[in-house]
């Protein structure tokens, strides 16, 4: 498999950009390769933003468009129509960060909710996501994973928490749509973790609808979802995972370090790959009790996981499978996927565009941090720009 380079063809991969769409990119991710200006546009984006300087309409052209959607569900339709047209599908991610009270967490819900109805409609829409933070504070994830004694205020707060996760899991099952839920950092991580897995067990017992997201940077998950699967067989559900490498390791490590615990962290990049391409195995060695969302932009993850499929006699489009790659990134990797069959979705990214800006920037960095990624997404535009014949 992996000696078939299908990740190489270009014409498949931007099919959907006209010229002025490829050029676009190829600056967008040229800016983004210097990691100085990166800085300093994040820095000068957010004093402007800060200043209510007139800028939306210059980050809308450029960035903005290349990384999400639109400014709400309707703006992102042309988007996921054209996209479904070449067999990719959509998972629309209401991408605004940073809120903090009741008020803004049942916004969060709530849009979550318009968007699962609207998805009801539209077979290019299966997925739906959010994110714990959006439904609740950190600190009090934090404190009810450390099992620490809550006021009355905060047992009734957290109850609250436990209703949006509820609310939302069971419109995924009413509407058959699946539900994946982000991970955050380690140290809210558990009560999230408890919280899934009660709702899987309530909602997954005809097939997984709940999905619980792993981040195989961190030492322990393999053995956690070998735990929670051995669970889930004694008590009859089904189990749901999305796979991705991790977010947040230089915050990781660096509170590790201030606060004296081992990190849990893998040590390595090469550490990271193994443990994600292990989780991979066992969950298609175990695909009759659970559904994989393999969230990569790695090319050779991808091939592992379509060899492994193979090996298995397992369907390109087989409905427990999915491929998945944030919108505006490794287009080579989703396109290409999905003209061979496998069932590919794409992250988009939506929300007005000031508030949407922390995600852009923390797109833009991880770019510059994760090595070879701009590189390879620029040899690739380059190599199209010279099948067309763009100077």
Excluded at 148 to 159: H, I, R, S, Y
Excluded at 233 to 242: F, H, L, P, V
Excluded at 301 to 313: D, P, Q, V
Excluded at 367 to 384: D, F, H, M, P, W
Aim: proline share 3%; glycine share 6%; net charge negative.
């Amino acid at each position: 498999m992996e000696n078939d380079p299908i990740f190489d063809n270009t014409e498949i991969a931007f099919a959907l950009k006209s010229d002025s769409e490829l050029e676009r990119a190829y600056y967008l991710f040229k800016m983004i390769s210097i990691e100085p200006l990166v800085k300093i546009g994040a820095v000068a984006t957010n004093l402007a933003i800060k200043a209510h300087l007139p800028i939306e309409g210059l980050i809308r052209s450029t960035v903005f468009d290349h990384f999400c959607g639109g400014v709400n569900e309707t703006d992102c339709l042309p988007v996921i129509d054209r996209m479904y047209e070449k067999g990719v599908s959509s998972v629309l991610d209401f991408s605004v960060e940073g809120k903090a009270n009741d008020k803004e967490f049942d916004a969060a819900m709530n849009t979550t909710l318009k968007i699962m109805d609207f998805a009801k409609e539209k077979e290019a829409m299966p997925i739906a996501v959010f994110k714990p933070t959006g439904f609740g504070r950190l600190k009090l994830f934090e404190k009810v994973g450390k099992g620490a004694a809550l006021t009355q205020k905060e047992q009734e707060e957290w109850q609250r928490v436990v209703n949006r996760y509820d609310t939302v899991c069971k419109r995924g099952k009413e509407n058959d749509i699946a539900v994946l839920i982000d991970a955050e950092e380690t140290w809210m991580q558990d009560a999230s973790d408890a919280l899934v897995t009660q709702m899987m067990e309530k909602y997954n017992t005809e097939k997984p609808i709940v999905f619980n997201t792993l981040q195989m940077y961190r030492k322990d998950r393999l053995d956690f979802m070998k735990e929670e699967h051995k669970r889930a067989k004694e008590k009859g559900y089904y189990i749901g995972y999305k796979l991705v490498r991790g977010a947040y390791l230089e915050k990781e490590n660096e509170r590790a370090k201030d606060k004296g615990y081992e990190s849990p962290m893998c040590t390595s990049k090469e550490a990271t790959d193994i443990n994600f391409n292990l989780a991979v195995a066992y969950m298609l060695d175990h695909i009759e009790d659970m559904s994989l969302f393999s969230g990569s932009h790695n090319e050779q993850s991808s091939y592992i996981m379509m060899r492994l499929m193979a090996e298995k006699g397992l369907k390109n489009n087989d409905e427990r499978i999915w491929f998945g790659q944030l919108y505006g990134m490794s287009d080579h990797i989703s396109f290409n996927l999905a003209h061979r069959g496998y069932n590919v979705a794409k992250y988009i990214p939506f929300g007005p565009v000031r508030d949407v800006m922390p995600y852009l920037i923390r797109r833009a960095e991880e770019n510059t941090s994760v090595a070879g990624q701009t590189g390879r997404e620029l040899a690739l535009i380059t190599k199209e720009k010279k099948r067309r014949n763009l100077k």
